[in-house]
């Protein structure tokens, strides 16, 4: 009887109540009723016990034997001859003894090499009554030539035969078959070690080498339930082991360590289990449909700074990263003994380090317990010598048992100070061993706050890694900026950060910018103080340390404000630049916000975003080499842009007439809010156009910044943003700025900003239909028959986000109007028509999505060009919410433009 690797029984273990003796004559329905029956009140009893609190173990096991119970019943009255010359044999997971209510039940039916000699039909109505009872069975059929001939050819044949355990049927049989795809016949402890570890690193690249994606698979992901099955196929193939706890003897695990497999696996087990419970199938994504539901069903309840789902998703991470190493340590350990050479003299580093086989160990057991500094030191050794594979296994098991050592006189040991800055400063392997240093439990004991964010995960669909990920993915990005040879994926970045004094401050800056959260308040200023205080303990000067706790304190603010406000009006600029203060805090902020937000969401980083943040950098640096005492003149800077216009628009073959034409129907403001290149577009696209009355539609590529461009010339009174936002929306085209400006003709003359799905602009052989789908939005005569249809995307319905207003007003006279919303389809269409009915015109937006939400702003005012009322305010804000907050898959809107319209003031 094959046992299971990871132990099922508990004191308390699950009793199958079941008897399904053969009924004579009994009419098939019945017999097949009876079975059903048997089943669905088996596993509601088990449902019932799992939210009462039975051990997982337990309902693991029991699930097993009540799925056997039935199959043995079910071969004997089914089966006829077949079951006296036929074996039924569990494979794979249900070979070891473990089912979950909506996991795969493979079955093997093995034959004699003479095959099924013409009970073909016993075998057929066999497999037919386990679909009647509601078990979903994946079958195989192979005499036992067949199970050799493709164990031979396939490592995931002969790994699934080596977990098979006889249900019903001769016994010699399946003992035979276990002879013939042995590694005395087939892959032997190398081969079959080697093809393992590969399939793992694969499995790994799916999930990008973490275990802390926003929604992982509790079964595939790194740190996950394969990665246990992987190392019990290893030592069953190697050792012949039956059960984990065989390690231990063996001197592969110690009884520590194996209780943290164990505690590690039945939490996981609880949470798959939970996850099928919740879905009905076997699900093993933990997707943000379920997240919520199954912290609830596990007994999680909010804190004050902490959900409920993010209690359990850090317990989560938490498990993973601890199964994570252990089988990093055993994969290494079954590497030593079975391919390296046990013999091999070691090469000696220092008093306390070697290395064999390639990898970095301790020379004696107590090294860490004479020298708690070794701690730290064997990651500096690591970086020293490159060409080091990895610590040893032995070596990570006592680092785990040394970390006690590292305590508040550790912390303020200046060597492990100098240490620890001399690997941020190291020339290489700087993110790499930061990393390591996270595995091994190291860094969040050496840094506390670090420690508290290790696993924390924000329910929220933007930031897809958990917060210690995330700060190592900046780290890493800032390290790639800083190394010559990853110049051509981001050449001005890594420009930047190559020319900074001292690249550990940015270092240090991404090690502390979101070390804070969690703990409620300001994670920004709460950084700052922590960043400053370790600064100066560890050596850096007032000034350094004062640089790096300002990085931290403003980290987000390029971001926003490339993003949020308008760049093209120059009081933001000399705003950003006052409180930026000098090129250095410039360049040092800018490198660590692209590497922030590539580091946040993949998804996120895209060319328009760059260029945005690109156009903030440079007419901040301008800024700065004027001196904030001399700010830019709007009038030169109008005249400056009309210069580079013409010069373009002369190269293009419009003469200065037709220009002068085209722009007296301009305003000063338009020359402020558009680049030269734009207004050459403009010009050309309008000198051509006649039909004054009819609204007119253009899209150009924007190569630089990664979008396309939409220029829509509308009569005033057609309120075109309502109108161009739904037709885009509809199209999936993501809007990611708007500017309006009216002409001094009585019409509007808009610059929309837009991606694709995938955040790439337009594809040419689209353009077309873009421009003619808009051309009729614009032309409809009846607005209300304009809507969005598209569905809301599945994850974005786990989040429910009240509307949030905000008003203020810039220096320009205008209403800046801040949302926040659920980001869904057709939310523009809705807010243009509300702006409508209520005669408010857009001047300005910038629109921004931040995972399931909508962060939007808008630059309003009443149709005389003034600021809005206070009682203008008051009721757009009250229609804005109660059409926001309205939970439609449609976005098609639920108020009229016949409704009121507010006074002008």
Known sequence: ???????????????????????????????????????????????????????????????????????????????????????????????????????????????????????????????????????????????????????????????????????????????????????????DSAEFFRGKREEQQLRHQRYHDTGYNLEPNVKGSPGGLRDIQVIGWIARRHLGVERLDELVAAGFLTGGQLRIVRRGVAFLWKIRWGLHLLTGRREDRLLFDHQVRLAKLLGYEDASYTLAVEQMMQRYYRTVMELSRINEMLLQLFEEAILLDPNA?????????????????????????????????????????????????????????????????????????????????????????????????????????????????????????????????????????????????????????????????????????????????????????????????????????????????????????????????????????RLVGDESHLDYLYVLTVSDVRATNPKLWNSWKASLFHELYEQTRRALLRGLENPIDVEQLVDETQQQARVLLGQAGIDADTVTAVWARFTREYFLRH?????????????????????????????????????????????????VTAVLDELALNIVGARIVPTGDGHSLDTYTVLGADGTPVADDFTDDVAGRLQRGLEAQDLSRIHVTRRPPRQTRAFNTPVEIRFSEDRAGRTVLELVAADRPGLLYRVGRIFRRFRVDVRNARITTVGERAEDVFYITDRAGHALSASLKKELEGALIEALSQGQDSARPADSDEGPVAAQP
């Open 345 to 577: 003299q070691p090469e000696i580093i220092n008093a306390r380090f070697q290395v064999r086989n390639g990898y970095l160990g301790v020379r004696d057991q107590e090294v860490f317990n004479r020298d708690p500094c070794a701690l730290m030191e064997i990651f500096l050794v690591l970086e020293q010598n490159p060409e080091i594979r990895g610590v040893s296994a032995h070596t990570i098991g006592l680092i785990k048992r040394s970390l006690t050592l590292i305590d508040e006189e550790f912390r303020q040991n200046p060597r492990n100070h100098r240490l620890f800055m001399e690997i941020l400063r190291a020339p290489q392997g700087v993110s790499r061993q930061l990393r390591r240093m996270n595995l091994y439990g190291v860094l969040g004991l050496y840094i506390p706050a670090f420690g508290r964010i290790v696993g924390r995960m924000q329910f929220d669909l933007f930031h897809v890694y958990t917060v210690d990920a995330h700060t190592l993915f900046v780290v890493e990005n800032l390290r790639r900026l800083a190394l010559p040879r990853f110049d051509e994926l981001h050449p001005e970045h890594s420009r930047i950060m190559q020319s900074l004094p001292k690249p550990e401050i940015a270092y240090l800056a991404g090690l502390f910018h979101d070390i804070a959260k969690g703990r409620g308040g300001d994670h920004s200023e709460l950084g700052a103080l922590d960043a400053e205080a370790f600064c100066l303990e560890h050596g850096l000067s007032l000034y350094d340390a004062r640089l790096v706790a300002w990085l931290v304190r403003n980290h987000l603010v390029l971001s926003l404000t490339a993003q949020k406000k308008d760049i093209s009006a120059p009081e933001v600029i000399s705003e950003f630049a």
């Open 675 to 723: 680049q030269p290149a734009e207004i050459a577009w403009h010009t050309q696209v309008l000198s051509s156009h006649t039909a004054s009355d009819k609204p007119l539609v253009s899209l150009r590529a924007q190569p630089l910044s990664g979008g396309t461009a939409i220029m829509v010339y509308s009569p005033y009174e057609l309120d075109s943003f309502a109108r």
């Open 1 to 187: 009887m094959n046992a299971p690797l990871v132990d099922n029984t508990s004191p308390g273990g699950w009793q199958i109540r079941l008897s399904l003796p053969p009924v004579a004559d009994e009419d098939p329905q019945a017999t097949v009723r009876r079975f059903r029956e048997a089943l669905a009140e088996e596993g509601a009893r088990m449902e019932a016990a799992f939210r009462d609190g039975v051990p997982i173990e337990s309902l693991v096991a029991g699930r097993a034997a009540l799925v056997d119970a039935l199959l043995v019943a079910a071969w004997a009255q089914q089966a006829g001859d077949l079951a006296a010359s036929a074996a039924l044999v569990a494979v794979g997971g249900y070979g070891r003894g473990e089912l979950h209510p909506g996991s795969d039940i493979d079955l093997l039916v093995l034959l004699p090499d003479e095959g099924v000699n013409g009970r073909e039909g016993e075998l057929s109505r066999f497999l037919a009554f386990l679909w009647d009872i509601g078990l979903e069975v994946g079958h195989s059929v192979r005499t036992l030539a067949q199970c050799a001939s493709e164990a031979a050819r396939d490592l995931t044949v002969v790994t699934t035969l080596m977990e098979a355990r006889r249900l019903a049927g001769p016994e010699a049989l399946v003992e035979d078959m276990r002879e013939r795809t042995g590694p005395a016949r087939m892959w």
